[in-house]
């Protein structure tokens, strides 16, 4: 994993898993620049999620439950979408870890 | 589920021990923790120059503290019982996965600066010099290790793997080798309370959304109360049971048993984890740092009993440890077990036939039980031998019509572990958990082919995660796995209590495009 991904002719720091050095650092290209490492096509629901992400990390310092967040993309996007499945099927490797990777948020650790 | 950039090992019908391959996983090794990481734990940085004579001395204490540590590097007369029961050699075919491959690398070292014959004939006697090749060897394969504890049950001599990997990274820590994952989290208790580092008001309106949760599906309002001052239970439990899934749906099934047993309990936003990673790094001290905030907690919350959610190592720190790193309990109420399982405490009021079940609830599933091994091999529950084997099934069959066992060689004290205990279930060693974990898989596999079992529950958020990562690597679904407390939930007939009509006020959770954000109480 390199120590910088290029947004945008910007060299921004990332950790040896990939997630931001300095969570300062995110903006948009952030995003698109590390979908595109994990061949993901953003769409709005993905961003609708980051956008989330985002906020409810600036209220908690720290990223929503897992419950938590299907429950608010349950109310936005229908009922049928608010469970784990449909958030794996837009970010793969797991919407607490991918998605948070995406939304310049910290990763998760712990027995998760 | 993410692309294996390595061969996933088959799943047979009869287990089969594979041929041995030397250096198959001489590649694995975690990321170390970076300074900032190991000062807060009390360790250096980093390598000194000096950090052989360091190792050596270290060493040379804990062999002076813990005889056991002495006796397991003396008495191995390499009778070959252990080398086919790790599931990490099983899964790699590495032979420094055999249980006695994994202590060699320590025993050599051992010989080399604690035995006569090793100080003077090092050569004749498999004795090795603490050379960095060496401690990179200990650092890849120490950490190859769950500390799972199966080979101890099968070794005549009773050596305990999991006690030398302990030490190994103990002298690792010591000398400024610490792993990321283990000592990151450790820190997070210490400035946040809890593994996940999830603070006071994010823990609250998680649990306002359960009850907002349980309200809607069943009409009745079950409590998850936190930081409730003179409650007679302190339930203390795995983080992860308030963020991930399925652990959630288990914390759901706690908060309902409470409700019908009609106790008043909390949780606690300072002793938000029951989890204590200072086991996997085998430090003593950080242990009982971490301990100690359990007994703050029931202090301060003056409650009477203390309860443990389903974590596995935590069980065993708890039910072994626990009186010794943070006693005395003797302002608990003696009546009760001190401390108590979750599944204790359920089994109990199914004993007692407090609890009304539907058991139509679970037809949907055909269940199997996965013992965990902290729980099976580091631990009991209730007053009878093997209560911890048990008692879980015995709940399992409460609210379950359909139950079937794996292969008698892969549960209770023979449990294989599910590949991601003992400080290993982090991202960075995927290789080893998904190849660590095919003999539990496979156990699995084979009573899914032979009585259509479609689920397995467990008792430990570890393992909970683990499945749910390596299971779709196997063509498994990862909501195969389940919390054992969540069948519990599904089952369990809650009884209304005369307020559950009257207030429609807290309909609050926030949406994704919901910006007026309700005001945040702040102190943790």
């Known amino acids: 994993m390199a120590d910088t991904i290029d947004v945008n002719g910007k060299q921004i720091a990332v950790d040896e898993e990939g997630y931001l050095a300095n969570l300062n650092d995110w903006e948009p290209g952030v995003a698109e620049v590390m979908s595109k490492q994990d061949n993901i096509e953003l769409t709005d629901e993905h961003w609708d999620i980051i956008k989330f992400l985002r906020e409810y990390y600036e209220e908690y310092q720290i990223a929503p439950a897992v419950r938590v967040l299907t429950k608010a993309v349950g109310k936005k996007m229908g009922k049928d ?3 784990s499945k449909y958030l794996y099927s837009l970010f793969p490797y797991g919407p607490a870890k991918q998605a948070c990777r995406f939304a310049g948020l910290p990763k998760p650790t712990g027995c998760v | ?35 900032e990481f190991q000062a807060p734990l009390g360790f250096p940085g980093e390598l000194a120059d000096d950090w052989q004579a360091q190792a050596i001395a270290k060493m040379g204490e804990l062999l002076g503290k813990y005889r056991s540590l002495r006796v397991y590097m003396d008495s191995c007369v ?12 099983l899964g790699t075919k590495d032979p420094k996965n055999m249980p006695v491959g994994r202590q060699d690398l320590m025993r050599g070292v051992y010989r080399r600066y604690f035995t006569l014959a090793g100080r003077i004939a090092p050569k004749l006697v498999g004795a090795t010099d603490f050379t960095k090749e060496v401690l990179d060897d200990w650092y890849s394969y120490f950490h190859q290790c769950s500390q799972c504890r199966r080979c101890s049950v099968f070794c005549p001599y009773g050596i305990d793997t999991a006690e030398i990997s302990m ?9 400024g080798v610490g792993q990321k994952y283990c000592n990151e989290i450790i820190g997070k208790v210490y400035t946040i309370g809890n593994n996940l580092g999830l603070p006071g008001p994010a823990l609250r309106d998680t649990l306002e959304g359960l009850e907002e949760d349980v309200y809607d599906e069943t009409g009745v309002k079950v409590r998850y109360p936190i930081d409730q001052v003179g409650a007679d239970i302190l339930l203390v439990t795995p983080s992860a049971d308030f963020f991930a899934e399925p652990h959630v749906d288990g914390l759901i099934g706690y908060g309902k048993v409470f409700h019908e047993a009609g106790v008043s309990w909390t949780l606690s936003s300072y002793a938000s984890e029951a989890a204590n990673f200072g086991m996997f790094i085998g430090s003593y001290e950080n242990m009982r740092r971490i301990s100690l905030r359990i007994r703050e907690e029931a202090i301060r919350l003056k409650v009477k009993r203390i309860i443990f959610g389903e974590c596995g190592h935590a069980w065993r720190v708890a039910y072994s440890f626990l009186n010794t790193l943070a006693g005395p309990w003797d302002f608990l109420d003696s009546r009760y077990p001190v401390p108590q399982h979750i599944c204790e405490f359920t089994y109990d009021l199914i004993q ?32 009878q031998p093997g209560g911890q084997f048990d008692i879980p099934r015995a709940i399992i069959k409460a609210v379950c019509n359909q139950f079937y066992d794996m292969d008698e060689d892969t549960i209770r004290k023979r449990t294989f572990c599910c590949g991601g205990g003992g400080g290993l279930l982090t991202d960075d060693l995927m290789e080893l958990r998904v190849k660590g974990a095919q003999p539990r898989v496979e156990a699995l596999n084979n009573v899914m082919q032979e009585k259509g079992v479609t689920h397995m529950a467990a008792i430990c958020a570890i393992c909970k995660s683990q499945f749910t990562k390596v ?24 009884t209304p209590r005369e307020d559950d009509e009257d207030d429609e006020d807290d309909d609050d959770s926030q949406a994704l495009d919901d910006d007026d954000s309700e005001s945040v109480d702040e102190a943790a």
């Open chain 1, 81 to 83: 979408k608010g469970n």
């Open chain 2, 1 to 35: 589920m993410a692309k294996a950039t390595f061969v996933v090992p088959a799943l047979r019908q009869y287990p089969q021990v594979p041929a041995v391959t030397p250096g198959t996983m001489a590649h694995s090794a975690p990321f170390v923790a970076k300074p």
């Open chain 2, 78 to 89: 390499k009778c070959g019982a252990c080398t086919d029961k790790c599931h990490y050699f």
């Open chain 2, 167 to 175: 030490a190994a990274r103990e002298i690792m820590d010591s000398i």
């Open chain 2, 352 to 383: 007692q036939g407090k609890l009304t079940f539907d058991k139509t609830q679970n037809d949907d599933k055909i269940l199997t039980y996965h013992d965990s091994c902290n729980v099976a091999r580091g631990s009991r529950m209730g007053d």
């Open chain 2, 471 to 494: 299971l779709p690597y196997y063509g498994m679904e990862m909501d195969q796995i389940v919390s054992l407390h969540q069948l519990v939930s599904n089952a369990i007939v809650l």
